[in-house]
């Protein structure tokens, strides 16, 4: 089996950063997309960035220029950092690999005051 544990995310004010990290344990394979996800309250969970082994990121429109998605293949790891938050960036967020079949963390709460 594979787990993902999260941790990074709290409380910050308007403007601020949080960097989330999330790595993976068990059985994993070769991992090929690693990402995350989020989901805000009272709205569908919606994919946030993603990066394949070969390095390629890919974005949200609304968190480009402000978030940062980054891999460690040595250490199954996948990192987010966040900047410039917005209280509309509150959410729990999940990461999620692709080693091959798909895998979710428990999520981690963001929390961003305005």
């Known amino acids: 089996q594979v787990q993902l544990a999260e941790s990074g995310g709290g409380l910050v004010q308007a403007g601020g950063s949080l960097r989330l990290s999330c790595a993976a344990s068990?059985?994993?394979?070769?991992?090929?997309?690693m990402g995350w996800y989020r989901q805000a309250p009272g709205k569908q969970r919606e994919w946030v960035a993603g990066i394949t082994g070969g390095g390629y990121r890919n974005y949200l429109d609304s968190v480009k220029g402000r978030f940062t998605i980054a891999r460690d293949n040595a250490k199954n790891s996948v990192y987010l950092q966040m900047n410039s938050l917005k209280p509309e960036d509150t959410a729990v967020y999940y990461c999620y690999i692709a080693s091959p079949d798909l895998h979710w963390g428990q999520g981690t709460q963001v929390t961003v005051s305005s």
């Open positions: 068990g059985t994993v394979v070769s991992i090929d997309i």
